[in-house]
């Protein structure tokens, strides 16, 4: 089974499964003035309606201590769980440590599986954080992919319904409008352009 697909269409009752959120995301919208704040707020209800051990949100770093990075956001946990923000082997990851899910993620695409669907690097990773079952889905503004959100499974193995799939990609959507929104990714600045066509400052996108 392909583990590296297109993301799925929500159905109406996978629409309704993530109402909640995506109702909560809208409000946040109002109050967040920055991404670190607005997916730490979401990031709790998204793990709870996906009965999960983790959820967190990854930052695309394009160009960290000179490779292209994720930077780790924010994150919940179960109670009983540790936090993984203090691993700097999580907490900062370079794209060449997860090579097929960045080639995936970047293209727009979902991942999800447990270890033995993976192999090399992000079996690898999944083993040392003692992840059993993991689902990752891009948050993309326009076309720039900002990071991605991830959640996953330290207790069992599990296959990802579209139930489970669907909801979070059209959180992802929805948030990735909020993080342009709240403008605090210099990747989404332009150059404004002067009267005689040439570029001046930087400013937001429109």
């Given at each position: 089974?392909?583990?590296?697909?297109?993301?799925?269409?929500?159905?109406?009752?996978?629409?309704?499964?993530?109402?909640?959120?995506?109702?909560?995301?809208?409000?946040?919208?109002?109050?967040?003035?920055?991404?670190?704040?607005?997916?730490?707020?979401?990031?709790?209800?998204?793990?709870?309606?996906?009965?999960?051990?983790?959820?967190?949100?990854?930052?695309?770093?394009?160009?960290?201590?000179?490779?292209?990075?994720?930077?780790?956001?924010?994150?919940?946990?179960?109670?009983?769980?540790?936090?993984?923000?203090?691993?700097?082997?999580?907490?900062?990851?370079?794209?060449?440590?997860?090579?097929?899910?960045?080639?995936?993620?970047?293209?727009?695409?979902?991942?999800?599986?447990?270890p033995n669907d993976f192999?090399?690097?992000?079996?690898?990773?999944?083993?040392?954080?003692?992840?059993?079952?993991?689902?990752?889905?891009?948050?993309?503004?326009?076309?720039?992919?900002?990071?991605?959100?991830?959640?996953?499974?330290?207790?069992?193995?599990?296959?990802?319904?579209?139930?489970?799939?669907?909801?979070?990609?059209?959180?992802?959507?929805?948030?990735?409008?909020?993080?342009?929104?709240?403008?605090?990714?210099?990747?989404?600045?332009?150059?404004?352009?002067?009267?005689?066509?040439?570029?001046?400052?930087?400013?937001?996108?429109?």
């Amino acid at each position: 089974m392909d583990r590296y697909c297109p993301i799925p269409s929500p159905t109406d009752s996978d629409t309704l499964a993530c109402l909640s959120v995506l109702v909560k995301i809208q409000h946040n919208l109002l109050e967040c003035h920055d991404s670190e704040t607005l997916f730490a707020s979401l990031l709790p209800d998204i793990r709870l309606a996906a009965c999960t051990s983790y959820a967190y949100f990854f930052r695309n770093v394009p160009l960290f201590d000179g490779q292209p990075t994720y930077s780790l956001v924010a994150e919940s946990h179960l109670p009983n769980l540790p936090p993984r923000k203090d691993r700097p082997n999580f907490a900062l990851l370079p794209h060449a440590h997860l090579p097929n899910w960045t080639a995936t993620l970047m293209n727009h695409g979902l991942v999800f599986g447990t270890p033995n669907d993976f192999a090399g690097e992000e079996r690898f990773f999944m083993s040392l954080h003692g992840i059993h079952s993991i689902l990752l889905v891009p948050v993309i503004a326009g076309k720039q992919f900002l990071g991605f959100l991830g959640i996953d499974d330290c207790v069992e193995e599990r296959k990802w319904s579209e139930a489970d799939k669907a909801p979070l990609a059209e959180c992802c959507l929805c948030a990735g409008s909020c993080a342009f929104a709240v403008a605090d990714y210099p990747e989404l600045a332009v150059r404004l352009p002067r009267k005689d066509g040439t570029d001046g400052d930087f400013g937001s996108r429109p």
